[in-house]
């Protein structure tokens, strides 16, 4: 997983503010995912984006969650007004291209609310 | 809806000894089959794949094993070494929609010395 850059790694927010998670995809690498880890289960699919689009966001909740990836700078996962049930790992990955079947993790964010 | 599973949350194996996970998927449109390992506070590393034209796949000490119509994989590590001591989520995709990975829910090896 090395080369998907991602920050903060941990992040504390109070019920009701707002949590960015930035990603950066590794050089070369168009094409961007965010995955969820809720404790004690596996990794869920929320967003896949390429540059300035959004290509699947089946995964979101409809409300309060938001993604982008615009054309210069990181890709950010926006969660409004969090609530405790947000608190989970929220995992980056990218590829260079769809049909390469193997996507590459960045180490994470941590979000704890409180 | 819980597609990908795996039935073990836990196995202990001595070192040496063949580590054996197991993985089961429900959705027959799966036709790609991937392991992660990941260590606690990291991110998953990807381990081995494997295609739905094969039922085996092997690198190094690593082996997947694929039962198309068991609707079953296992991953393979021997010899087991201290450094396997992770957690292996099993993650299969289906067709175009290979980036949409549905994942298991991890099974943590620990490696015995």
């Known amino acids: 997983n090395a080369g998907v850059m991602q920050n903060p790694r941990h992040l504390v927010r109070r019920r009701g503010q707002e949590a960015r998670l930035r990603c950066s995809p590794m050089?070369?690498?168009?094409?961007v995912y965010w995955y969820r880890q809720l404790p004690e289960e596996g990794l869920k699919f929320m967003v896949y984006l390429q540059k300035e689009n959004i290509i699947d966001e089946s995964g979101m909740p409809k409300e309060r969650f938001s993604a982008e990836f615009p054309k210069e700078g990181p890709s950010i996962l926006r969660i409004q007004q969090v609530v405790r049930g947000d608190s989970a790992a929220y995992f980056c990955?990218?590829?260079?291209?769809?049909?390469?079947?193997?996507?590459?993790f960045g180490e994470g964010s941590w979000l704890t609310v409180v | 809806d819980q597609q990908v599973k795996q039935n073990s949350p836990s196995l202990s194996v001595q070192e040496g000894r063949i580590s054996i996970l197991n993985c089961d998927y429900t959705n027959s449109m799966f036709d790609y089959f991937l392991w992660y390992k990941k260590y606690p506070a990291e991110g998953p590393t990807f381990l081995i794949s494997?295609?739905?034209?094969?039922d085996k796949n092997e690198d190094g000490r690593f082996t997947v094993f694929l039962n198309k119509s068991a609707k079953h994989l296992s991953l393979h590590i021997v010899p087991s070494q201290p450094g396997d001591s992770a957690v292996y989520f099993c993650a299969a995709s289906a067709g175009s929609n290979d980036y949409k990975l549905s994942f298991g829910a991890g099974t943590t090896v620990t490696v015995r010395a």
């Open positions: 494997i295609s739905s034209i094969k």
């Open positions: 050089k070369g690498h168009s094409h």
């Open positions: 990955a990218s590829s260079p291209q769809t049909g390469d079947n193997t996507i590459y």
